[in-house]
């Protein structure tokens, strides 16, 4: 039980603790080789938690499928587990520590009998970038261990970098019973430690992603000064050849991953641009000796939303997933390939649906309505570098300059398609009061707003109010800040109709943006910040009116102020954790648009 590759006591110690608590048939370390990886996969074939797929049209890739009731991350099920309740804030769920190891030691307890725990050293970020933390993630699934692989750096160098280093992050994983009313996401950010259980979907027990690089890395980041965000970078290669980079935060379901991915409209591709795509979900940012803002991806990988990936959204996620992909919940076809609702090509008939069964389409349910053939969450895990648009700085470690920082959100009628914060504290106000509109995908009430700052609503790992506060004293810190810009691409006419295109041709606003950030083009100053003038946004090839991007661009004051109402509720949430800096920012917009 305890021959292991490494004599870092305190990790040794670790392993055998949590071992004697699950305990396992065996105890496996991750080395990063191909031929374990091979290993892996195919006793996961032969034990049926991944099916091969055609390998001439394939190849490298396997579908798996997940029990019915765990596609998806189980917020209710998660916590953060602080010492002080008041440490996690309103917005999370909160149970004691104590309470917390009691509860999910009975459900770990023996958990691993009979099967292998996996010992997967892991390092977020370029292993021994100033950047980059490490992590250790005991799991008894293969599965976990194959995605991990494809996520994070896994195996032998990450070991070696942590016995120089001396810490990690703790990780406990076991499927268990796959039971979700034994199922619990538990987060120890004051002990640097994360626990799993009952779970096999990605987003529960990808430990490094969300757990990790965001709701650990968000505690770290407010104690040493740096930022872990959930963020998109992308670089923007300019006609002259520049790439400046951006970081952008979205809500689910605005085009997040198809964004960082992005082909240039065929009007601007003439021009010379090019999209470089660093990271579509995480971002860790610090400021270097120059005074600004550098950022790096830690993750190497996309955990991808399938439904909807197709050569018009993300042509080069098309390409990327052609090989050494794990798909998770589509559609299996009868020539060995996959398939999800809005995919290329013809809707198969005679495949298999995501639970295993028989399916075609028009397929309905005892109710009449559409049985889908891939689930609505279901994903493809694909490496970063495999993406046409991936860029040459993936490795590198101190990142890449960051020029601006885009927040956006789902409205149909406020935002304007593009407007520039005055100056970083407004900018923060951006960020704070980010929302969207539930759509028909979200369980809810259509149309009703949800607050989500920073896209971090689910993600931070203590009170919201001081990661406010944070964001406000990392503005001070900067010599040179990134500029704060809100988008939304999802503004509709009186018909409902969406009135911007979307897609690829949001790069001629992000052309805006960096205009703005190289002091190119003058802005129009309003209420709510500056908006582009209609001239300064360059349409050539897009079949859009001056008066369609005129709507575009309005403020409607008195929508405004009733917004300022939901805001204001909001913010009062956060209670004496509240910044005033944020409430002065509230009450300047109030009174510009009392005088607009
Ligand atoms: C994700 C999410 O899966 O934000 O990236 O939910
Ligand atoms: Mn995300």
Redesign the pocket.
Known sequence: MDKHPTKFKPLTDWVNKMARICQPADIVWIDGSEAQKRQLEEESVASGELIPLNQQKLPGCFLHRTSHDDV??TEHLTYICTGKKRDAGPTNNWMSPRLAYKKATGFFKGAMKGRAMYVIPFSMGPVGSPFSKIGVELTDSRYVVLNMAIMTRVGEAVLRQLEINGEFTKCLHSKADLDINKRLILHFPEDNTIWSVGSGY??NVLLG??CLSLRIASFMAKKENWFAE?MLIMGIEEPNGHVEYIAAAF??ACG??NLAMLVPPEGLKRKGYRIWTVG???AWMRIDSDGSLWAINPETGF?G?APGTNSHTNPNMVETVKKNTIYTNVVLKPDGTVWWEGADGEVPSGGIDWMGRPWKPGMCDSHGKPVLGAHA?S?FTTPIAQSPSASFRLEQHHGVPISAIVFGGRRQHLAPLAYEAFEWQHGVFLGATMASERTAAQFGVLGEVRRDPM?ML??CGYHMGDYFRHWLDMGKRMVKPPKVFHVNWFRTDENGKFLWPGFRENLRILEWILDRCNNKVEAVTTPIGYVPRVSDIDMTGLNLSSAALDKLLAIDAKAWKEELKGIKRFFKLFKKNFPEELWREYEALLSRLKSH
Request: positive net charge.
């Open positions: 998806a991350r990605g987003g992603k969300k959930h809500p689910s997040k991953t579509d979900d995480i955990f939303v969450n994903r896209a689910p993600f």
